[in-house]
């Protein structure tokens, strides 16, 4: 990928997500957190919330895949950072989408590096915020 | 609330933790990534990598241990059941890959008070067996204050 044919604005592509209840279960045992509000419905309201919500870091590790299909290396992304704006609830049955997209936001020639911008969509409200990966290219 | 002497914190060096490709492969598939690096060995190295390659936040493995430590502080004092997922973010000096010995060690970087929140940012650094730091996670925790 050249920088110089880069600019900012340009759209690096879109994937809509699929979390199942199953899906926070691979991702709880994979990453090592077992918190129970992530796939028991009674600990979850036990403790005030509306239902199940899936792992922040899940929709954190999923947008960045939109990133990374665009650059086609992963080993690429040389920081990348999240604000949790919103939970993703999951229903027990069924499924939540998650619309994930990303435009350019920056392009630094000297350090030949690029910011990737990305949002989150889930429900119509944003559910990540400031999400942004740099990518050394 | 959070003890703010806690501030400044460091936590001791977790044990080593070695990074291996089925748990890169599972990983990988838990945040639905497709990226041929990630899953095949042949494609790693064709990219220039010396085994398969974590995804960008894989990190989270590697801090879940040295936060661990952390929440079950007593100074800390952190109610888990009160805690949500402010921020995140990795810094990566370089990807972290298969075969890879990782520790890590925790510094609390802030304890602020929110009205009745406190917010946490923790910055875990991790190193690999040449004690070259590998990637540094910044995390930030909202404890929500009780009732």
Redesign the interface.
Known sequence: MNINELSVGQEIGSHT?SFTRD?LV??A?????F?PIHYRDDFAKS?GLDGVLA????T???A??VA??WI????K????????TKPVFVPAEGNAEVFVSGKIGAIDLEAGTVRLDLTAISSEVAVLGKAQ?VIKL | MVNPNVQGKKYPETPSYLVGREKIREFANAVFSTNPINHEVAAAKAAGYADLVAPPTFGVVIQERSLHDVLADPEADIDFSRVVHGDQRFVLNRPIVAGDELTSVLTVASVKALGAHSMITFNTEIFDVKKDLVCTAISTLVVRGGE
């Open positions: 997500f899906a691979k991702y045992g994979a990453s090592g957190d918190n403790v792992h922040g870091m899940l954190m590790g999923a960045v895949q990374v299909d086609g290396d992963g080993g992304v040389i920081d990348y950072g999240v604000r949790f990966a």
